[in-house]
């Protein structure tokens, strides 16, 4: 496999998701035949949206968006996927909180902005939805009446992530707290794509299922969380990715794009990074020195498994976060220390 590698520095910050743009008057105003959006893992959404963009010369570039989202500035952080519906792009945080926990609520947001607006003068805006631990609620739910088994989470994991969370809550006197209970799986939201019905297909990191394999969920009503009067979406179901874990190891999803054809692509491997203190790992090591996968699939028509396809082996890789197919080629975002990596294959 031959993979080409462009690098850009973006303030010492790493980058997570790859989403094509789509408008064209964009690309046009700056100069370019095609790009990307990504956002930035340190800091809060707005802060953290960037465009990665082949300019008409054939040369790249990256351009930090200035963005506003208004009473909600600065109390998000760890945007980590992105998706298009209805002519907005979707930034969904992981939900979840520092490799040693516990949860944070600032990461159980979901953002969305129009493409159009990032050419206007001023600042981006950008609408932010805090759902106070709503959408941890909706999927744990979904998955007690999953027809599968979730990966027991370990004493310590559902100490420091469940127990520390709602000890802090309780202390602080935060009504989120009632949306946690003791035997709550903590979620690690890592991909997100929208489904031709509207749903919103979750892809899970953490938790992945009793055999090791990747969990994705599905939700109705994201939209609505932006109305006046806020509807919280529902979870409707739950699916597993087969035919694609190795044997003895634990994969989550790391990335995800819906293609032209009905189907999806993904990325998928470690639960957690290696040496960075993850209590996850500590739990299941089976999960850390996991390598990349570029797997295709398509949703099943009944039931709950889903039968997946490999692409490609993306092995020494460990830290793919974002993944794209345009133009007959393949893209990947890679999280490393202080710089965005962009592959090409």
């Not at 989202?69 to 519906?85: C, F, I, M, Q, V």
């Not at 607006?117 to 950008?126: E, F, I, K, N, T």
């Not at 707290?177 to 903590?186: A, K, N, Y």
Request: hydrophobic residues 45%.
């Amino acid at each position: 496999m031959t993979l080409r590698l462009l690098e850009f520095v973006i303030g010492c910050n790493e980058a997570s998701d790859l989403l094509p743009v789509r408008s064209a008057t964009l690309l046009r105003a700056h100069g370019a035949r095609r790009g990307f959006w990504t956002v930035l893992d340190e800091g809060p959404v707005e802060h953290c949206l960037v465009l990665l963009l082949e300019l008409d010369d054939g040369t790249w570039t990256a351009h930090h968006v200035a963005a506003d989202a208004g009473t909600e500035n600065g109390r998000t952080e760890d945007g980590e996927a992105l998706a298009h519906h209805d002519g907005w792009v979707y930034v969904f945080g992981s939900h979840f909180g520092s490799k040693a926990g516990p949860l944070r609520p600032r990461r159980a947001f979901v953002a969305r902005f129009r493409e159009d607006d990032a050419m206007r003068g001023g600042a981006l805006p950008v609408q932010v939805v805090r759902n106070r631990f709503r959408i941890h609620r909706a999927v744990n739910d979904a998955l007690l009446k999953a027809p599968f088994t979730p990966l027991p989470p370990g004493d310590r994991v559902r100490s420091v992530f469940i127990g520390e969370t709602v000890a802090r809550g309780t202390a602080r006197s935060k009504g989120w707290v009632d949306r946690l209970v003791p035997d709550d799986l903590p979620l690690n939201v890592e991909t997100v794509a929208f489904t031709p019905a509207g749903t919103a297909l979750l892809g899970l990191r953490f938790p992945v299922t009793a055999d090791g394999e990747p969990i994705l969920v599905e939700l109705a009503g994201v939209p609505g969380m932006f109305e006046a009067s806020p509807a919280w979406p529902e979870a409707l179901g739950t699916y597993v990715l087969t035919g694609v874990t190795q044997p003895g190891e634990l994969a989550g999803f790391r990335a995800f794009a819906a293609g032209a054809d009905g189907g999806y692509a993904a990325v998928i491997g470690s639960i957690d990074a290696l040496g960075k203190g993850s209590v996850l790992l500590e739990d299941h090591p089976a999960g850390g020195d996991v390598t990349s996968r570029h797997v295709r699939f398509r949703l099943p028509d009944a039931g709950h498994l889903i039968c997946g396809e490999l692409v490609a082996d993306l092995a020494p890789f460990h830290h793919v976060e974002g993944l794209a197919e345009l133009d007959g080629s393949c893209f990947y975002v890679t999280d490393e220390d202080h710089r965005v990596a962009l592959w090409v294959r």
